[in-house]
């Protein structure tokens, strides 16, 4: 598929994690792409941190650059003074890890529908964040609040539902959308039945069909290291990738017939119309006659 232009004003105009700390500390400065413009991220230990939108011909400006919750934002546009908050990012008794970001060759749209599906778990996740035959999606409820949607009320059955468990467990959950691109779970932790763990991944498009997954954990967890909770993410996002680099076409449709619903996708059917509602048009697909041709183009 030939790339496109970005011509989104809605996502010319957000913030989006391009980096996380960390990496531009110690491994910086950093090549990347935004909605199809290359970027460079520099700011080695004490220096600033610096994001800048260049071309063949060297860099063409620099970008705005917020740091929050662990990574480095920045904007193609004019991006609010805000970014949504995550309170339990900033309790004390939170152990918080940046556990990886990792290439998918799919859209934003696909990574975060795969996210919000916890239909998926028993058969892809099998032994882990479900197993089968226990694949009952039980019901849950989905709406809009304060200008987020939010799936509450959703249990599962989960064999090992993190690092810290030692048994299986009905794990609750909560979704919550505060941003296009960036889902955040909360989840029973399995040391304090009254907390969430918080999880989420903070999906950076990249081009239309490419995109990088910054994985953001904020746990109760005292005993686990840095390399095993890392581990466990990798397993888990390895188990994803083939699955979601299949799905065709790789844009999101949001046609309203774009693809049969079934009772685990009401997260989905909500998510895709909230894009529809803000006007999202980069990365999915709006139109059913165009989204037929790009299956047929991408299957060939
Ligand atoms: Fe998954």
Known sequence: MPERLCNDPVLENLWHPVAAIPDVRERGPITTQLLGEKLVISGQAGEEIVVSEVSDVGIDRRLPVRESFGFVWTSLGSPPETLFDIPEFHEPDRWYENSGSFGVHTSAGRVVENFLDLA?????????????????VKEYSVGIDNGEIWATGCEFYQPIAAVSATDGQVTKYSYRLAHPFCPLLYKTSPLDPERFDVIGIFVQPMTEVQTCAHQFLCLLDEANDDATIKRFQAIIFSQDKPILENQVPKR?????????PIRADKTSIQYRRWLTELGVSYGVIRDEAQQVAATKEEVR
Not at 120 to 136: A, I, K, N, R, S
């Open 120 to 136: 998926h778990f028993p058969f892809v996740h099998d032994g882990y964040l479900g197993e089968q035959p226990y694949t009952e």
């Open 252 to 260: 999101l449709p949001l046609g309203p017939r774009a693809e049969t």
